[in-house]
């Protein structure tokens, strides 16, 4: 097996893929790459073969039979089932299949009863395959379905695995040539329509997820923790599947895992909002998730009234409010980290004090120095100015 795939590596390298060159075949009779728990059921659907048949007799000495003789449309059909029919079998076995059930039947069929044989099923794989393509190019059945005539009758575990497929097709597009293309969509089906033409995962007989070893991206239980690493190191593999939106709707905080935080988060919550502000920002707002709930529970009242008395969660009086200004002093902690007071406050709490008509009224909250500079401030962004000063007010044309 392992020669057979090195020619068929090497003749995708070289750009052969047209040339008349037969591939020794493998020696297992498990098809390459089959190292795993069988084919993919939403790839390969289950059959039903209530049917009695050994390709060793048929393929071995004395008779020899190859493939094609069973299967004739394999080299010219591109994804129908290869099954033979019943005139096929008649031609060498003289058997009858004229729609009478007699007891002969039972020779090859398994379940004849009340004159009715159940039928064989073999669903068309939710895949993108034409064996005329292969069979042109001198790729023989083996190196697809592995030495058949090694086993009795042929089920789904002589259906080829992705693995094998990838020792030609996982070559990058520049080296393999030819039509052996390492994108997903080669083999698999794509959603048409949808955003981006991603490879379709739903299917009736479920969803379609890698396997472990591509790229290390089996979705298990632990693939929450692991997907950051897998999509760093590859970003295109996960995009033949999600769009940019899949993405985002998690990490911008719009779907919330409960798994981001521990179960006891509500009591931990406080001393990491304020050391990482920026991080609890990146799926929370303060004014809308913050806080409404600190609100809601009591925590908190907004405006200046609600922080004099006991329990309050500034610094006293003579620190937060009192001149002079000093290390503390709201102004400065304002100045510094404006989120952290957002996170409880809103504009209008500001204005109370800072307002030109508020109770704290000519305690502006510009800079010294400010009225050089206010023109430019107020063409880049007049609204904060509007917050306290009407418009129309004399003040502003100072700064027109």
């Not at 052969?16 to 098809?31: C, F, I, R």
């Not at 089959?34 to 007799?57: A, M, N, Y």
């Not at 393929?59 to 019943?86: I, Q």
């Not at 298990?220 to 985002?248: Q, W």
Request: glycine content about 12%; some cysteine; proline content about 8%.
């Amino acid at each position: 097996m392992r020669a057979g795939l090195a020619v068929c590596t090497v003749l995708v390298g070289l750009g052969v893929w047209g040339e008349a060159v037969a591939l020794p075949p493998p020696v297992t009779k498990a098809p390459p790459g089959s190292d795993d728990t069988g084919p993919s059921g939403v790839i390969f659907p289950e059959q039903q073969l209530p049917l009695r048949f050994d390709h060793r007799k048929h393929a071995t000495a004395p008779l020899g039979l190859s493939c094609t003789s069973c299967h004739p449309g394999a080299g010219l059909a591109a994804n129908a089932p290869m099954l033979p029919r019943g005139a096929t079998c008649d031609a060498c076995h003289g058997s009858k299949h004229d729609g009478v059930v007699s007891g002969a039947c039972a020779f090859c069929h398994v379940g004849v009863e009340q004159g009715r044989v159940r039928p064989v099923r073999i669903p068309r794989g939710n895949l993108v395959f034409s064996h005329r393509k292969h069979a042109v190019r001198n790729i023989a059945c083996p190196h697809c379905h592995g030495d058949v005539t090694a086993v009795g009758l042929a089920t789904r575990e002589q259906l080829p695995r992705m693995r094998g497929c990838l020792v030609c097709h996982g070559r990058p597009d520049a080296a393999s040539r030819g039509d052996a293309h390492s994108a997903c969509e080669t083999c698999h089906l794509r959603n048409v329509g949808e955003e981006g033409g991603r490879i379709r995962t739903v299917y009736r007989e479920g969803v379609l997820y890698p396997p472990r070893w591509l790229g290390d991206a089996s979705h298990t239980a632990d693939f929450v923790e692991r997907h950051k690493a897998v999509a760093g190191l590859d970003s295109a593999l996960c995009a033949n599947c999600h769009v940019e939106r899949f993405c985002t709707d998690c990490h911008d905080g719009r779907v919330r895992p409960r798994r981001v935080h521990p179960n006891d988060y509500v009591s931990m919550h406080p001393v990491e909002a304020r050391t990482m502000a920026t991080r609890c920002g990146s799926c929370h707002r303060e004014q809308t998730f913050c806080l409404g709930c600190h609100q809601r529970l009591g925590v908190t009242r907004t405006g200046p009234p609600s922080a004099r008395g006991g329990g309050r969660f500034h610094p006293s009086k003579a620190i937060w409010s009192d001149a002079p200004r000093k290390p503390g002093h709201h102004a400065m902690e304002a100045t510094r980290n404006l989120e952290a007071c957002v996170g409880c406050h809103i504009e209008r709490d500001c204005v109370v004090c800072h307002g030109a008509l508020g109770i704290g009224a000519g305690r502006s909250p510009h800079p010294s120095g400010f009225a050089s500079s206010c023109a430019s401030a107020m063409r880049r962004n007049p609204r904060p100015c509007f917050v306290c000063h009407a418009p129309g007010a004399e003040v502003l044309g100072r700064c027109l």
